[in-house]
């Protein structure tokens, strides 16, 4: 069974410009969950995601977004980048809604310049 | 909210050695997982584990929810064991779920 795939696995942008990134859940896996990771705040939560439904955010501004679609691949959008944004930003999912184990893709190291 | 705590942040090891991990968490929990972060920054499964013991080959977790913490051992470390090794919580919050997790701890293992 394929893992948790994540695209583009580089980026490169500027401030002010806008990035999506995009994850693939291991199939049959229906909840996908988005993490930032920067030395400072270490990893942090983002959103959370089942059946198309944002059901948990993580102390982020508005400028983080995300969205499921019915085949359970998930999109998160940042807008206006800040430097500060530079991270890696991992994409997890999961079988079931509910206490199950999180499986973790490569990741998306995304630097703003 | 919830705290995780990991010790020791930093531990240097020669090849053959054994280690302990340890993770404090501040209050209950669904479950807890440990994961390796490769080189590349993928986060690794070890072990999904709320309570008990587990063990992998030279790796084995133990949890006890009650008193709010769990180990990870590795037995006759090798190089590769190298890198950060991550304990996190998972937490149910109304049908959803999330994982907090600490700062990590970094194993480098000398030959």
């Known amino acids: 069974k394929a893992g948790v795939t994540q695209t583009p696995r580089y980026l490169i942008k500027t401030r002010g410009q806008q990035v999506t990134l995009s994850c693939s859940p291991i199939s049959g896996h229906r909840s996908v969950s988005w993490y930032q990771q920067t030395p400072g705040q270490g990893l942090q939560f983002l959103f959370e995601?089942?059946?198309?439904?944002?059901?948990n955010k993580g102390n982020f501004p508005g400028r983080f977004s995300g969205r499921q679609f019915s085949n359970s691949r998930s999109e998160m959008n940042v807008s206006t980048l800040e430097l500060g944004d530079s991270a890696l930003y991992l994409c997890a999912s999961s079988p079931l809604a509910g206490g199950r184990e999180q499986f973790f893709g490569p990741g998306t190291r995304l630097t703003v310049l | 909210g919830i705290q995780v705590e990991q010790s020791p942040p930093d531990l240097i090891l020669q090849e053959g050695a054994n280690s302990t991990l340890r993770c404090n968490f501040s209050?209950?929990?669904?479950?807890l997982q440990w994961f390796h972060q490769n080189p590349w920054g993928q986060l690794i499964n070890l072990f999904y584990i709320p309570s008990g013991t587990k063990q992998n080959g030279r790796l084995s977790a133990t949890t006890v929810a009650t008193e709010r913490y769990s180990l990870l051992y590795i037995s006759s470390s090798q190089t590769t064991d190298s890198g950060v090794y991550f304990c996190a919580v998972l937490l149910l919050q109304g049908g959803s779920e999330k994982l907090v997790f600490g700062k990590g701890m970094k194993l480098t293992v000398n030959p």
């Open positions: 209050d209950s929990v669904n479950n």
């Open positions: 995601y089942f059946s198309e439904t944002q059901r």
